[in-house]
């Protein structure tokens, strides 16, 4: 770029990642300014300096208006009358000298631009940043937030190339891969149209071929009938001939023993033979006599095995019936072989599990002691009877159990004013490690609820973003410090006491479960998740999203996310569901399903998917239990174990389980020593163990080999 001779700018930053400031103005004899820049030496006339103080020009606003300039070439002639027009109209108000010395300096550098090159963009850009520069420099005031400004710009353009920079290869590779791809499809169109065009050929002339061999085959067809009429014609012509001969036989010898009788009747001397007549019949009678033994002994041993062709095409019919008669049964043997091993390994699990309830039941006798009298417990309860006959209603003694611990928690919990610190020790939680008293701040549930939910939503976040699970105490803490301040630890203590007070509430007592150890974190993101993904599936189910689904869309979303859910589980959610059905349509109300109680505890469905997750796993574990027995397991065992519980589960979620149980990394498992029974399940009962194949019932195996052995 070529300039006025008697200015001379200072190079163009041009580094992205780096900037250089300027260095302080130097003054020549001549009354020129240095400038040290980029670890380049530049110089300006003194001249351009109008405002090195940094003070703003009192040149009004609206004069700036006319000293944009417009987008066309510099050096057109319309572009130099539109700038003597401006110039024109601007005398009427006077502009800084300065302002005019740096747009005439950048209309000379626009019209010496060389238009015709490929990046005459950047060409274009170069003069304003020089001014830019200026500017910068001659308004020390703002000069740093002009350089900032300046400097992200100058970073986003140079990223901006760098990224076309990188597309540029792409796009040609895209290209040249565009042309391959249609030259390899023309190529393939031609081969199927040479393919097609042959197939039709031979089609056609297969199809000649058919119609000659019908053609053929009526003609055979035709020939075949009326070889059949003439043999039919011939045999019936045969069969008379040879009735009319044994009719003619029996004549004839009838007639030849008519005459004998008569001769022997009229005359007896003359019946009367010679004796040597006799001799020589009786001698030729002889050896014809002996000739017929011979060839009727020939006749009975060549033929004496031979039985008609109408018994040996019958017990040739017989032979193939009695053959399939005998693949059958062999078939149901072998079936009927396959379902006594079931039967007998049905039977060894029913006796494992029998052993177990039978101890079971043992043990509880030993431990059993009267039912309480739960109706005391309304004395102590702050609202009496009708209270705790509603908080007792349908529950358990084990249930009633937590109900009266949480209700005298609860009580306590608020009568305390102060908590003891606990101290600093390596053993004491992360969360509660202070000493002295901390203030109980006497939380309600409902502002606990919602604390557990904004501490659930920042952790996910956090650790999606990290990549890693972080600790739950540690994080806990950080999050109070963050929230409030000073006051983190009081919210710390209030808050792990409430959740350990409150064990009817599945949300807080699980934290406090989370937080203390005894549970696992995603145990408890699965029963956050439950609900959660039922939700979604509804939402998306709800095509006209009024809230309103049929009780069959319902149940259909049901059976879609709970596939392994028996018939009674499913029965349960769906009777939850019936009561918010809306009388005048028929339509559930999903999403009030969901909504939880003023106090913050979960609704009543979302109570009872959890609490049907629960028992599922329970019983899962307890199938795993009967199956390994109560000795010590090695790792091969409890995968043998499981594959046997639950056949589809795969390799991936098998090795997780299994470290779960061991507590070990996966390349550690060959070396990991038996574990207890108890330990392992204790392992496992902390996790997030669920079945991952249907459930192979017991009951259902026996119903269906009794249906078999009936039929």
């Known amino acids: 770029m070529t300039s006025n001779a008697e200015t001379v700018l200072p190079p163009v930053l041009t580094r992205t990642r780096q900037t250089f400031p300027i260095s302080k103005p130097i003054s020549d004899e001549e009354g020129n300014v240095s400038y040290v820049y980029d670890g380049v030496h530049s110089k300006i006339n003194k001249n351009l300096l109008h405002s090195v103080t940094g003070n703003l020009s009192t040149w009004p606003a609206y004069g700036a208006g006319q000293t944009i300039l417009p987008k066309r070439k510099p050096c057109a002639g319309t572009d130099i009358k539109c700038h003597r027009t401006a110039k024109e109209n601007a005398n009427t108000v006077s502009k800084p000298r300065y302002l005019e010395q740096l747009e005439s300096y950048l209309r000379r550098e626009l019209q010496s631009l060389d238009l015709t090159k490929v990046n005459v963009q950047e060409l274009r850009l170069q003069p304003y940043r020089e001014v830019f520069e200026y500017f910068i420099e001659d308004f020390k005031t703002y000069k740093q937030l002009l ?66 061999m019908k053609e053929e085959k009526s003609s055979l067809q035709a020939q075949i009938s009326k070889l059949q009429e003439e043999l039919d014609n011939t045999f019936l012509m045969y069969r008379n001939e040879c009735d009319a001969r044994k009719l003619l036989i029996s004549d004839i010898n009838e007639l030849k023993y008519q005459q004998e009788d008569y001769k022997l009747s009229q005359d007896p001397q003359e019946q009367r033979e010679d004796p040597v007549t006799l001799a020589i019949a009786l001698r030729v009678a002889r050896t014809d006599l002996t000739n017929t033994q011979v060839l009727l002994n020939k006749m009975i041993a060549d033929f004496g095995d031979v039985v008609p062709r109408r018994d040996f095409e019958n017990q040739e019919k017989n032979l193939a019936a009695c053959q399939q008669k005998l693949t ?13 091993k079931s039967l007998l390994e049905i039977n060894q699990q029913v006796l494992q599990q029998r052993d177990s309830f039978c101890m079971e039941v043992d043990e509880m006798q030993r431990s059993s002691t009267p039912r309480p009298t739960w109706e005391k417990s309304a004395d102590v309860i702050s609202g009496g009877l009708p209270r705790w006959s509603q908080l007792s209603l349908g529950k358990s003694s084990d249930q009633l159990v937590d109900v009266l611990l949480t209700e005298l928690g609860t009580k306590i919990l608020k009568e305390k004013d102060v908590f003891p610190g606990m101290g600093k020790r390596e053993n004491i939680p992360y969360h509660l490690r202070h000493e002295g008293p901390v203030k109980n701040l006497k939380l309600s549930l409902k502002d606990v609820s919602n604390l557990l939910k904004e501490i659930w939503k920042e952790k996910m976040a956090i650790d999606q973003q990290k990549g890693k699970q972080s600790s739950l105490p540690e994080f806990l803490l950080n999050f109070l410090q963050k ?26 007592h699980y934290f406090y479960k989370v937080l203390i150890g005894q549970v696992e974190e995603n145990l408890y993101s699965a029963l956050l998740h439950i609900h959660t993904y039922l939700l979604k599936e509804l939402t998306i189910a709800d095509s006209s999203n009024d809230g309103l689904l ?10 879609k996310v709970f596939p392994l859910k028996s018939a009674n589980e499913m029965q349960e959610i769906l009777d939850i569901a019936d009561s918010k059905i809306n009388p005048e349509d028929g339509n559930i109300p999903y999403k009030s399903l969901f909504t939880e109680e003023e106090n913050g505890r979960p609704s009543h469905f979302i109570g009872m998917l959890r609490n049907q997750f629960l028992a599922e796993k329970k019983q899962y574990l307890k199938e795993l239990r009967n199956k390994l027995g109560n000795k010590n397991v090695k790792p091969e065992e409890l995968k043998a174990a499981f594959l046997s519980v639950d056949p589809t589960i795969d390799d991936q979620t098998l090795d997780k389980y299994v470290t779960q149980a061991f507590q070990v990394p996966k390349d550690q498992l060959e070396e990991t020593s038996p574990l207890s029974p108890t330990l392992l399940f204790r392992h496992l009962a902390a996790g997030d163990i669920r079945r991952i194949g249907p459930a192979a019932l017991v009951e ?8 078999k052995l009936s039929l």
Request: proline share 1%; with cysteine; glycine share 2%.
């Open 700 to 707: 259902g195996r026996l119903n269906e080999t009794k249906a």
């Open 550 to 559: 049929t009780r069959e869309q319902f149940r259909l979303q049901l059976e």
């Open 483 to 508: 929230k409030f301040g000073d006051a983190a630890i009081e919210w710390s203590y209030t808050l792990h006491e409430t959740c350990r007070v409150q064990m009817t509430n599945e949300q807080m």
């Open 328 to 340: 059958l049964l062999q078939k149901d043997f072998s079936q009927l072989q396959s379902e006594h």
């Open 147 to 212: 350089s900032a400004i300046k400097n992200e710009y100058e970073i986003t353009l140079a990223f901006q190339r760098e990224q076309i920079r990188s597309l540029e290869p792409l796009k040609a590779m895209l290209v040249s891969v565009s042309e391959r791809c249609d030259k390899k499809i023309q190529e393939i169109r031609e081969q199927e149209r040479l393919e097609v065009k042959t197939l039709k050929i031979e089609k056609f002339n297969l199809l000649k071929v058919i119609d000659k």
